[in-house]
């Protein structure tokens, strides 16, 4: 009987994109972002992708400080893989954004992969009262930010954590972000495989067309031939969709309420874990395996949980 494919769940718990008012069931606090990451985990997710934010308000908070609240304590409940932003928030300068991956060396970090308008201004149709001051500020300043991620930004990154053995999930909001990786991939300063993370459906980037999905899919075969993994993330209610056609396509797949609220039309997502179900559904009624974190880790080459900081 041929050997049953593996897929890498990603699980983005919490992000910096959306705000308190928009679920309640958001996690916030660090003792949220412990007990929804563990679940998430218990679910199927292999890689756990991780912000922090501030307890009192949720507004993020890129501080090592935010992290050590509950990196230690995912840690030693579960054995997934932890990646750490370095994206943070768009309205963050990169010295900021790199500091939690720059202290605690973990397996993964994220890495965006280009400049491009990030608008989050739309949302502000769908919500009318807020539960904190910051957040309608938050999303109307959207309208006038490029969230920066110039080659000396990238580079910034990539040298900071160079000697920290850190592999990174390189985030690609649109086709030009592919070939910036390429630049870096031929200069010897990133190494395969490579774990390329196509975003699809965020005002400003790639939409989610599936000749979108083909597109991003085509042109990372062509620069980078079979040494990388793809993996998506769809925005909003487009995450399973998006999805679906990864698995079909051979890739891996990112859910999480970092990049949607949602499980289903009008039906917020009651945890990460339910989304994490609904993706883990998807690969194995098409014949396929999740993949556990230590098959993860040999898929992407990483260091192992041994070899981080925290």
């Not at 912000?51 to 579960?78: M, S, V, W, Y």
């Not at 010295?95 to 989050?120: D, I, T, Y």
Request: neutral net charge; aromatic residues 8%; contains cysteine.
């Amino acid at each position: 009987m041929a050997k049953s494919r593996k897929v890498i769940i990603t699980c983005a718990v919490t992000g910096a994109i959306h705000t308190p008012t928009m679920s309640p069931h958001l996690p916030i606090t660090p003792d949220e972002i412990v007990t929804e990451a563990l679940a998430a985990a218990e679910a199927g997710a292999a890689i756990l992708h991780l912000h922090a934010r501030n307890p009192e308000d949720g507004r993020p908070d890129q501080t090592p400080e935010g992290f050590a609240k509950f990196l230690p304590r995912i840690k030693q409940g579960t054995n997934a893989v932890l990646n750490l932003t370095s994206g943070g928030s768009p309205f963050m300068k990169v010295e900021e954004r790199v500091m939690p991956a720059a202290k605690f060396k973990p397996e993964v970090a994220s890495l965006n992969m280009g400049s491009f308008n990030f608008g989050l201004f739309h949302l502000l149709d769908k919500y009318k009262d807020f539960k904190f001051e910051w957040e309608k500020a938050h999303l109307e300043n959207s309208r006038d930010l490029v969230f920066r991620n110039s080659f000396k930004d990238i580079e910034y990154i990539l040298t900071t954590c160079a000697e920290n053995n850190t592999k990174f999930e390189f985030e690609c909001y649109d086709i030009s972000h592919l070939y910036n990786l390429k630049h870096f991939y031929d200069r010897g300063l990133v190494k395969g495989p490579l774990f390329v993370q196509s975003v699809f459906g965020l005002l400003g980037g790639i939409g989610t067309h599936p000749e979108d999905v083909m597109h991003m899919r085509r042109t990372a075969d062509r620069l980078f031939g079979d040494n990388y993994q793809w993996s998506v993330l769809g925005a909003g209610a487009s995450q399973m969709k998006i999805a679906a056609q990864s698995i079909a396509l051979g890739g891996n797949v990112r859910v999480g309420l970092e990049d949607s609220l949602w499980a289903g039309p009008g039906r917020l997502a009651k945890s990460n874990a339910e989304q994490v179900r609904m993706a883990r559904e998807m690969i194995e009624n098409m014949g396929m395996q999740i993949a556990t974190p230590d098959e993860a880790r040999e898929m992407l080459a990483l260091k192992g949980g041994d070899k981080v900081e925290f």
